[in-house]
């Protein structure tokens, strides 16, 4: 699509370096979790489906959201400069791949919890 050359094995090192700040998703995740779920009391129905509600759209639900994203934005700079380097393309060539890759990523995860958030 926009030209450049480069081995394939090294785009694919290189891209491997942005999974890394989505450590933090689950980590934060787990403390959110665990500040909110250690007072809820599973054997009541109606205290576990708010918590799930919490957890989905909620102030739980609202700090995963945003850390998600904030780490798909840094993972996509990340993969930005790798796609750039490796494959010697330009900056902006490559930011407008891994963009449309970042985007749909932020859309699908969101989308995806409001729609579990509707099931509830």
């Known amino acids: 699509m926009f030209g ?3 081995e394939f094995r090294d785009l694919l090192a290189a891209i491997g370096w942005g999974f890394a700040p989505r450590i933090i998703v689950p980590l934060v995740g787990g403390i959110t979790a665990f500040v909110f779920v250690s007072g809820t009391n599973f054997s ?3 205290q576990a489906r708010q918590l799930a509600q919490m957890t989905t759209t909620g102030t739980v639900g609202m700090i995963n959201h945003v850390v ?3 780490t798909f934005i840094w993972a ?3 993969w930005t400069h790798a796609v750039a380097r490796v494959r ?3 900056t902006q ?3 407008i791949v891994v963009g ?3 985007v749909i990523q932020i859309l699908v995860n969101v989308g995806l919890s409001i729609l579990s958030a509707s099931l509830l």
Do not use: R
Request: hydrophobic share 45%; no cysteine.
């Open 100 to 102: 449309a890759v970042v």
């Open 88 to 90: 010697n393309i330009s």
């Open 76 to 78: 996509g700079w990340v």
């Open 93 to 95: 060539n490559a930011a």
């Open 44 to 46: 009541d129905p109606q």
């Open 68 to 70: 998600n994203a904030g």
């Open 4 to 6: 450049g050359d480069g």
